[in-house]
């Protein structure tokens, strides 16, 4: 097995040390000596040294109450420094340093697909028209603070300032110095939120992303894509081309979330235009330093007069109107009324003024010049505008259709709910043609309803630079789309606001093609969308309802036929992709998911969900949000100019024969056990997943239910916790050991060999299998289950072991990840640390349902026994722990 990078190994030794030197000040030696004896035990243990295994649950069952907090908060810390240490080694620059994580380059990309053929003309039209969106999400799944994160992000710098071979001895003194006093600030601060961010504060975290990093990226991997172009067809990037763009679902996704309101969706917005005005004003303050010479055109020098540094003038002015501006924008935010005299509203009012200096400084032949700062602050300007972020907005189908029946019913028209399709399409056509508004003046709504109107006058009020899509989940007709529009257009929309259909179950997902098939048949509504559409496919839920086999391979056929019926209606199709971190919820690599989708399903436009810890792990740092940046981009242009080959029918047959006994044999379990749910209920930490404060989103979607009604993150979640992972093989255990009875292995081999979305399908469920652990799952079951339900644990776990055999004997390997051997240290690397967090996790656990055992049974009138607060928070910390250990949480 590979061993960790040397520089790497050094940066991790260095860190431990730094934080054990805190532990030894505080709280002192003999905790330091207790978890320095635990980490032995769980090493030990690891190398299976007889009674290792005990000692180390005998350590730790031991420990007192007022132990508890610094021994999970040491190792839960460690976790997190290893991983800040492997992010900044992904993108370290050192003199002659190749990282274990570098990405194909673009020229070396582009200079591939010329040498396969590919046109200078064809590639460069492509690139230049590119539309790769990513939409940052409030899925509740970054466990760690924003203030620790910031920290977090020091150390890197710290870490990427000790790699300079010229430091003097006093000069790497002070860096040491200062990522010494980092660690110690993070050691002395709380890890844990006690109170639930709002939905403002999810928006704020999604704002300081772009400011912390991707302001600084985007515009540096730009020139590099400018650059690349520029070699491979002699043409580079455009001035206006905005191949990338960021998105946001933060404060305008209201599924599920009634804490997301259009007082919170105004105030959002508002938010965006102080933080882009505050980063422009940054930018043009360079500027004008930068910006001293005289030469100007006549252009300028109308707008500029005289002066003998004419653009200090231009920018000057543009200065003004940014301050007033920012003061506009925070004295809305306040609540308070704002004169809008002369503020930037429109995105041309940002990028006039800039475009006019750059035109000057190259007709007097200042190209140096104007290729220098002045290029990146207009390419962000193009990219983010004045909005500074695109929101979308999300809402359930029924709350519309809600919405216009409650019109429908005052009007006296009848009742919509009760109308059919065709009644319901012929209507709302009939309005959308019209141009009398439908809303009548003296019509009180309920308030419900109420809200729903609110947020849609919100919307309407902002320029398109600020919108993202309107996306509806549950839409399965026609009328779903159609309602919004009409809605939109009664709050005074002035312009066509993409209108996205989401599909998520199994279900929806076999209906997709059928219904948007019934919508492009609508001709008032292709002449809306002018030939452009977008459609979202939903990882999670289709997931959770099927099992991830059978919904890895519904979704590429929805896919396949979604796309097939876009190109018959000679609609551009763009599919948006709502992926989670996890292989549970559709994640994995990024460049293999793009390059293994469907032939012809990514055409020059990709839009992609990135959520929780996933945001922090690709866009965290500026270098790091650049790689991602080249990689997703290089995947999208590669997809769209060489597709891979369509699978063979009699791939496609293997495949449905696959997901028949997948499906099958996950709902047998999921649904049709009825010691299922309260197994899953004893033997994870689903439970007390609601003590984390990760997000604005409540755990379920309804106060009470069961699996169906939780979320799909609490659900990956709570397996991840136990290391049963369950989610993300359940089903494909069955499928493969009945294909090797059926002596399918050498078709499976092939698919897997010639087929990307099978070989990227198998290799995510090695990583998954990989993350497992069998000996943890059974400390769970036996700590936490009753004697009733511990067979069924048992059962999963000869499951799951049977699993791996099925995905060794597929790839021919003798143990998992053989051809990914850094990852498979790096988990070894983190297991004695994760470890005993499993073990506490499981006794904290024990601990608390024992103590709400005894109140129930001395009759208390309590629903909920309170924690003692010390072993509250110590559970709470292990959760965060071993989603550090696991890389991922939901």
Not at 488 to 515: C, H, N, S, Y
Not at 689 to 717: D, H, T
Not at 822 to 848: C, G, I, W
Request: charged residues 25%; proline residues 5%; hydrophobic residues 40%.
């Amino acid at each position: 097995m590979a061993e960790l990078h040397p520089e790497l190994r050094e940066n991790v030794r260095l860190l431990g040390e730094l934080l054990g030197d805190n532990i030894r000040n505080y709280p002192g030696e003999e905790i330091y000596q207790l978890i320095e004896e635990i980490r032995a035990a769980a090493k030990a243990d690891r190398r299976q040294e007889s009674g290792s295994g005990q000692r180390l649950v005998r350590l730790l069952s031991n420990l007192r109450d007022d132990q508890l907090l610094p021994v999970t908060r040491a190792f839960n810390q460690f976790l997190n420094l290893a991983n800040l240490a492997e992010q900044y080694h992904g993108v370290r620059r050192k003199r002659g340093h190749q990282s274990d994580l570098m990405v194909e380059s673009l020229g070396e990309v582009f200079g591939r697909l010329q040498s396969g053929g590919v046109d200078a003309g064809e590639l460069h039209r492509k690139v230049s028209q590119l539309r790769l969106e990513f939409v940052l999400t409030a899925h509740p799944t970054e466990v760690a603070r924003r203030t620790l994160i910031m920290k977090y992000d020091e150390m890197s710098a710290c870490l990427a300032a000790l790699d300079h071979d010229d430091l003097l001895p006093a000069e790497r003194d002070e860096v040491l110095d200062r990522l010494r006093l980092l660690v110690a600030e993070a050691w002395h601060t709380d890890e844990i939120r006690h109170e639930r961010p709002t939905a403002v504060d999810e928006a704020k975290w999604g704002f300081a992303v772009i400011e912390n990093s991707l302001w600084e990226a985007v515009p540096r991997f730009l020139r590099s894509l400018d650059q690349a172009l520029d070699g491979a067809t002699g043409k580079g990037l455009p001035l206006d081309a905005t191949p990338i763009r960021i998105a946001s679902w933060m404060g305008g996704d209201r599924d599920g979330n009634p804490n997301v309101t259009h007082d919170v969706t105004r105030t959002v917005f508002l938010l965006g235009r102080w933080m882009a005005a505050d980063l422009y004003l940054r930018d043009i303050q360079s500027l004008r330093a930068e910006l001293s010479m005289w030469q100007a055109s006549d252009e300028l020098r109308e707008q500029a007069g005289d002066s003998r540094e004419p653009y200090r003038v231009i920018l000057g002015k543009l200065r003004e109107r940014l301050i007033r501006t920012r003061e506009w924008a925070e004295t809305r935010v306040n609540g308070e009324p704002a004169d809008e005299t002369d503020i930037l509203f429109e995105n041309e009012d940002l990028t006039g003024p800039l475009e006019l200096c750059y035109r000057s400084l190259i007709d007097c032949g200042l190209e140096t010049i104007a290729n220098g700062p002045l290029l990146d602050t207009l390419r962000r300007a193009h990219t983010f505008g004045l909005p500074l972020i695109r929101l979308d907005i999300r809402q359930e189908a029924t709350r519309h259709a809600e919405a216009v029946a409650e019109m429908v019913e005052y009007l006296g028209l009848g009742n919509y709910l009760e109308w059919n399709e065709e009644q319901r399409q012929a209507f709302l056509v009939k309005e959308l043609r019209g141009r009398r508004p439908l809303v009548p003046r003296n019509w009180e709504p309920s308030e419900p309803v109420r809200e729903v109107l609110a947020t849609c006058e919100v919307v309407a009020g902002q320029t398109p630079e600020a919108l993202g899509s309107y996306v509806i989940s549950m839409a399965s007709t026609p009328s779903d789309v159609l309602s919004v529009i009409l809605l939109l257009r009664e709050a005074g929309m002035k312009f066509p606001m993409r209108i996205v259909p989401l599909f998520e179950t199994l279900d929806d997902l076999r209906g997709a093609p059928a219904a948007m098939e019934a919508l492009y048949s609508v001709d008032w509504y292709r002449a809306y969308c002018s030939g452009q559409q977008e459609v979202m496919i939903g990882y999670s839920d289709s997931s959770k309802d099927a099992g991830q086999m059978m919904a890895a391979w519904a979704q590429y056929q929805a896919q396949e036929k979604l796309t097939e019926v876009a190109q018959r209606f000679d609609m551009h199709l763009t599919l948006f992709h709502g992926r989670g971190g996890t292989v549970g919820r559709g994640g994995g690599p990024a460049n293999r998911a793009i390059l293994s989708q469907p032939p012809g399903s990514v055409n020059g436009s990709f839009r992609i969900t990135e959520q929780g810890e996933m945001i922090r792990f690709k866009f965290g740092l500026p270098r790091l949000a650049e790689q991602s940046l080249t990689l997703y981009t290089t995947a999208v242009v590669e997809a769209t100019l060489a597709p891979p080959r369509a699978p063979e029918p009699e791939w496609r047959e293997a495949m449905d024969w696959l997901t028949e006994r997948s499906l099958k044999a996950y709902r047998d379990v999921v649904r049709e056990n009825p010691d299922f749910v309260p197994y899953f209920r004893q033997a994870t930490p689903e439970q007390a997943l609601g003590k984390l404060a990760l997000g604005s989103r409540p755990a379920k979607r309804k106060p009470s239910g069961g699996v169906e009604s939780l979320r799909a993150i609490p659900w990956i979640f709570a397996w991840t916790q136990m290391r049963l992972m369950l989610p993300s093989w359940l089903g494909s255990d069955v499928a493969l050991a009945e294909a090797e009875k059926a002596g399918k292995q050498p078709l499976l081999q092939a698919m897997r060999q010639d087929w990307p979305f099978f070989r990227t399908y198998v290799d995510m469920l090695e990583m998954v299998l990989a993350k497992s652990d069998l000996r943890i799952a059974s400390y769970y079951d036996q700590i936490l289950v009753e004697p009733g339900l511990r067979p069924l644990g048992e059962q999963l776990r000869e499951r799951l072991a049977g699993c791996i055999d099925h995905v060794l004997a597929l790839k021919e390997q003798q143990t998992l990840l053989e051809d990914e051997p850094v990852f498979a240290h790096s988990m070894k690397v983190r297991n004695p640390y994760t470890d005993p967090l499993h073990y506490l996790q499981a006794e904290l656990l024990r601990r608390n349902r024992e103590a709400e055992q005894n109140v129930a049974a001395e009759g208390s009138d309590a629903e909920v026994v309170p924690m003692p607060e010390l072993v509250e928070q110590a559970l709470k910390v292990t959760m965060a722990g071993i989603a550090a250990g696991m890389r991922n949480t939901g």
